[in-house]
């Protein structure tokens, strides 16, 4: 079956403009997750949506940074007027609601010039 | 303090070494813990879950001590394809992954 899908594959863009980053989960995983992987780190939680329920948005790192899911399936992770160190992997999972397993799609890498 | 901690590594092993993965914890109200793998340049995938009891799956042992807020992963008989980095993921809300600990089995 499918599995996680995420594009681009890779993004690269210049400093001050705005980028938007898609993913589409497994169908019927309610549960959808953003992280973002700096070069030779961990992953570091960004958004976490579930459901009907309001996102957790806790780890969103500066108010450039957003997320939309619309009708419970795909999200958009939109980054306005990029900088330097935005440049990452970025990725997403999803899963069933909360305590069953992640599935991550490829990710999206981002490079900011 | 990180909610989740890891030996930074990297590991260097010959095959058919044991190796051992600690992991620590700072939320004593964690529910779940896993251990995830990730290859260079590819997505995390779920190697298994920690249960309280501790567990086996082939090569891999996996046990928690949840008054010590520790976890484990154990590898027996390595082999050159368990090179991978190896993230230990505890879930008490969301998921938190750690920095993880790279392993590379050499010939």
Redesign the interface.
């Known amino acids: 079956g499918a599995g996680v899908s995420q594009s681009p594959s890779n993004k690269v863009t210049e400093k001050g403009k705005d980028v938007e980053l898609r993913c589409d989960p497994i169908s019927g995983h309610t549960a959808l997750?953003w992280?973002r992987q700096s070069l030779g780190?961990?992953?570091e939680?960004l958004i976490?949506f579930q459901g009907n329920s309001a996102p957790?948005k806790s780890g969103l790192p500066s108010d450039r940074f957003s997320a939309e899911r619309t009708g419970g399936s795909v999200s958009t992770l939109t980054i306005q007027r990029t900088q330097q160190e935005d440049s990452a992997v970025y990725?997403c999972a999803s899963s069933l609601p909360f305590?069953y397993?992640?599935y991550?799609?490829?990710?999206t890498r981002l490079t900011v010039l | 303090r990180k909610e989740v901690e890891q030996d930074p590594g990297p590991f260097n092993v010959p095959e058919g070494a044991t190796v051992a993965f600690n992991c620590t914890y700072s939320n004593s109200a964690s529910?779940?813990f896993?251990w995830y793998r990730q290859d260079c340049r590819?997505?995390?995938?779920?190697l298994m879950?920690v249960y309280s009891s501790g567990n086996e799956d082939g090569r891999f042992t996996a046990q928690l001590n949840r008054a010590s807020q520790y976890i484990s992963l154990l590898i027996r008989d390595s082999k050159l394809s368990d090179s991978a980095t190896y993230?230990c993921v505890v879930?008490g809300?969301?998921?938190?992954?750690?920095?993880?600990t790279e392993l590379s089995v050499k010939p």
């Not at chain 2, 590819?42 to 779920?46: R, S, Y």
């Not at chain 2, 809300?93 to 993880?100: S, T």
Request: hydrophobic share 30%; no cysteine.
């Open positions: 997750y992280y780190q961990g992953l939680f976490y957790d990725l305590l397993t992640q991550f799609g490829p990710g | 529910q779940s896993f590819k997505e995390p995938k779920l879950s993230l879930q809300g969301k998921l938190i992954f750690g920095q993880g």
